[in-house]
């Protein structure tokens, strides 16, 4: 049966994207006052260092207009969602910033079944236009455990050298039970990923950094980025000291900061 659904969701790729489905509406607390505290800078930076997008259960939507579905909390404040029937599954967004490595993704899935009946998912790449979608890395399957029923099911997509575009593509998650009850329940999913970068153009920017230049990337990202203009007469001067002020204006418009 999990086959059937997986052949499914590659052939019908474009219904799945088409269908909103009838989850139930949502609706946000008020707050009296507005927050006291703003909300402070971007804490993920740099190149080298693993980020990750977290989804919530709540934030997977059936699969097709007939998908119906259940969420628990109460009384043992575990919060999952599962299928109670129609065409099984369900789809999650993940929004990752522009030019990011992907490196990985997490499915947090509960299988309690003693039926075989098991979820299939992964992470698909979908085209912006017409919504034709392509499996990224393996199918991801779980396992039944009726004592520890719960696990996360990680698996490593750096290999794929995937760069997130948002302008041309989308990230769309999809897990699909064989069970049309709780011993098949979704926790949430985690997409991993790395900042990185962006390509060296073609041409220079600066007469004075060519393109064989060994800061030429770097130098030519400041520039794109609008961090630096140069330092006058079409160079960037790679060789000349930095002042505390020009300091200032690198920093600032790098990391856009803002203040109260």
């Given amino acids: 049966m999990r086959q059937t659904y997986l052949r499914w969701i590659v052939s019908a790729v474009t219904l799945i994207l088409s269908c909103v489905g009838n989850a139930a509406a949502q609706s946000l607390l008020r707050l009296d006052e507005v927050p006291r505290v703003k909300a402070g800078p971007p804490v993920n930076f740099g190149t080298t260092r693993e980020s990750f997008y977290s989804i919530g259960e709540w934030q997977f939507d059936p699969i097709s207009s007939s998908q119906t579905y259940a969420d628990q909390l109460l009384p043992d404040l575990i919060a999952q969602r599962y299928s109670t029937g129609g065409n099984r599954g369900f789809l999650g967004s993940p929004h990752l910033p522009d030019g990011a490595l992907l490196t990985s ?75 049309a009850d709780s011993t098949n329940a979704i926790v949430g999913a985690v997409v991993g990923y790395k900042l990185q970068v962006s390509a060296p153009p073609a041409t220079a920017t600066f007469g004075d950094v060519p393109t064989n230049h060994p800061f030429f990337q770097f130098i030519e990202a400041l520039a794109k980025s609008g961090i630096t203009g140069g330092c006058g007469g079409g160079n960037y001067c790679p060789d000349n000291p930095v002042t505390r002020g020009q300091m200032a204006v690198f920093l600032a418009k790098a990391l856009g900061l803002q203040f109260p």
Avoid at 110 to 115: A, F, H, K, R, V
Avoid at 153 to 162: F, I, P, R
């Fill in 105 to 179: 993704v997490t499915l947090d899935l509960c299988d309690s079944s003693i039926s075989g009946d098991h979820w299939a998912g992964g992470l698909l790449s979908c085209d912006g236009v017409d919504g034709l979608c392509e499996i990224l890395g393996d199918v991801v399957e779980s396992t039944s455990n009726v004592i520890d029923p719960c696990a996360a099911y990680t698996q490593d997509l750096s290999a794929l050298n995937y760069t997130v575009d948002n302008q041309t593509r989308r990230l769309l998650l999809y897990v699909i039970p064989d069970a």
